[in-house]
C-alpha cells in the first residue's frame, strides 16, 4: 500500500511593507511593495520573501515572482488591470480588499468575505 502524501493544497501571498508577520501592514500596491508575506491555509506564516521583482529593481514581473514561489492565492489592497490579468494566466487567484493588516485581510478571505478580483477592482491610476 502506497503510503498518503499531503501536498498543501494553497499558497497565500500578501504584499506587505516588512516582515511583522501577521501584524504587518499590507502595501497600498501589489508590485511596488517591499515583501511579500506567505502563509498556508491555515494562516500560518510559511515565509517572507523581498519582492525582487522589476518594480523593485530586480528581474521578472511580480506575478511571475509569486509563481516561482509556489503561490495560487494573492490577496492585496491595490493592483492594476495587468497584474489581474497576468494572475489570472498564472492561475493565481486574486482578491482586493482595503484592510491594512495582513491577519484581518486574511481573516476576511478565510470568512468567505471577498470575491475574487475583476479588471473593475484594478487601481484607478491603472485604468487610464
Known sequence: MQPIIRI???KIAIPTMGDKGLEETVAGHFGRCPTYTMLDEN???IEIIKNISSHMGGTGLPPELLQQNGVNILL?????PSAIDLCTR???DTYVDSN???KTLYNNWKSNALSKASLDDSCEEHRR
Open 8 to 10: 498543501t493544497d494553497m
Open 100 to 102: 491594512t493588516t495582513v
Open 43 to 45: 494562516g500560518d506564516i
Open 76 to 80: 492585496c489592497r491595490g493592483i492594476g
Open 90 to 92: 498564472l492561475n493565481i
